[in-house]
């Protein structure tokens, strides 16, 4: 009996063995601390505003990711994720958006949520311990600004999906559990230009077949650059969105 449970027990080692070198799933998520800074245009009329202005503290909002890598060569892998960025505050000067004039102590709120749906092919496998991904992102940008007094409101709310060359490298440091990760996104499309950067470490805290545990700590930069002529909306954003991360990560 015993040597049925030890061939049983050792069957399905290798079996979890195998499967992990088939399909690889890793996910993370936590929070991200960042701040906004940059203008603000409403092209029609056209007037133009400093962020600083809105009054915007520092928002610390969750995000998520995920990835899937899997053994079939000619498709590509695929990774998932979402952060959510919105600030909200009061003016401290007056300022004219689309036409309409707002005094100092104006409500304002500003949401640019981002989900990314990325096509990536694994050039580098832990190769010399090191990891490079090459592939296409999809962003999809949600945004949303709304700005109140005591007269009058104005609101934009568009969805831009923007396609974006994604490159992601990484290397494992020999004889410990700690990774060094950066990634890079990047379009130009007409005036506009949006990129987002980051780099980050993380530590393993538990080994245990087939799960690994772990910490992440990073930093973060968007710039976006929107010019609205080139989407058909009404509002231009000079933005750059910056700040650090930290959270957790799991390994299958």
């Keep these: 009996m015993k040597k049925v449970l030890s061939g049983l027990l050792l069957a399905g080692v290798l079996g979890v063995t195998v499967q992990a070198d088939i399909v690889r799933v890793e996910m993370g998520g936590g929070v991200w601390n960042n701040e906004l800074s940059g203008d603000i245009t409403s092209d029609t009329p056209a007037t133009s505003f400093d962020s600083d202005i809105l009054d915007y503290d520092k928002a610390s909002k969750g995000y998520i990711w995920a990835f899937i890598k899997h053994p079939i060569p000619v498709l590509p892998n695929l990774r998932l994720e979402y952060a959510a960025i919105d600030y909200a505050g009061t003016s401290t000067q007056s300022f004219t958006y689309k036409g309409t004039s707002y005094a100092a102590s104006a409500k304002t ?3 640019l949520d981002q989900f990314d749906i990325i096509m990536y092919y694994n050039l580098l496998d832990n190769t010399a311990w ?4 090459l592939g296409l992102d999809v962003k999809v940008i949600q945004a949303e600004f709304n700005a109140v007094n005591e007269a009058s409101a104005e609101q934009l709310k568009e969805t831009i999906p923007l396609p974006m060359a994604y490159g992601r490298l990484r290397f494992e440091i020999p004889g410990t559990d700690i990774g060094l990760e950066g990634s890079a996104k990047y379009t130009a499309y007409k005036n506009s230009k949006v990129s987002d950067y980051s780099v980050k470490a993380d530590y393993t805290l538990v080994d245990i077949l087939p799960v ?4 992440e700590v990073g930093y973060r930069v ?5 010019d609205g002529t080139d ?5 231009t954003l000079d933005i750059k969105v910056k700040g650090l991360f930290a959270g957790a990560v799991i390994r299958f």
């Design 212 to 215: 690994d545990v772990g910490l």
């Design 109 to 111: 709120d500003l949401t």
């Design 222 to 226: 968007m710039q976006i650059d929107l």
């Design 130 to 133: 090191m990891t490079f991904d």
């Design 231 to 235: 989407f058909d909306v009404d509002t």
